[in-house]
């Protein structure tokens, strides 16, 4: 991986391949590689991947990750420093899960960076359920084995010290975010001038379809589409049908072959 500092920033970052630049943000607990790694090696045959560790997560410590509430915010301006950085043109944002939101802040935030969006796992707001549900995460103490998956995938990528941390900083910056009205980027969202591709699993359960939808409706250039037999991380559930989606959208919507 690279590594740059930008000021208070430690990023490391996978940039591979060549031809267009495609920027992968992965999602909350994991890393570019844990999340995304399939997906990247099959995209750098073909393009410039740029998948970075977000802030505090992985390679891209010290500091640890916390969760302020504007933490989406933080880590679609981060993406900017980083863009602006190594100076590519135009990306295409591939996001999964807290990533498709920064992703869509990203190219609400800095449309001249932002060529096209994927975006998966997302709905723009936290809604009472997702809310409520990681409540229920709480205490870490008292995680069965129900969890043990999920436990032992963030002791591998961050450390046995960052467990609770992670998660009570996660479901404590949701309840901030809820109370404040639930918005992430579905009110900016308007401001998205570029095609975006918004895909969810018909398994997702807190990320609500009324929600999706909604937000696709505020994005001038949207296609929405429901993926079956999938829960919220469609690259491990269907992780060929994803590619292909990703493929036609890439070459067909921005013809960028």
Known sequence: MHHVVL?????????????????????FTGTARSHLGDLIDYLKRNWRVIAPDLRGYGASRPPFRDFPPD??????????????HLNPGPVVVLGFSDGAESALLLAATR?????????????????APMAAAAQQWLPVSAWDASRASWRDEIIANHGADQLAPLIEGWAAAAQAIYAAGGNICYDQADRIACPVLLL???????NLATDF???????????????AASGH?????QPAQLRDLIRTFLEE???LN
């Open 71 to 84: 933490f989406y915010q933080r880590d679609a301006d981060d993406m900017i420093r980083l863009l602006e």
């Open 213 to 227: 939808f909604r937000l696709a409706e505020r994005i001038a250039h949207c296609r929405a589409t429901i993926i």
């Open 233 to 237: 991380g469609i690259q491990f559930d």
């Open 111 to 127: 449309p001249d960076l932002v060529c096209g969006v994927v975006a998966w796992g997302v709905a723009g707001v936290i809604s």
């Open 253 to 255: 919507e921005l013809c």
């Open 7 to 27: 000021d208070d920033l430690n990023l490391a970052y996978d940039d591979e391949g060549a031809g267009h630049p495609l920027l992968l943000l992965h999602g």
């Open 200 to 206: 969810n699993g018909d398994g997702e359960v807190n």
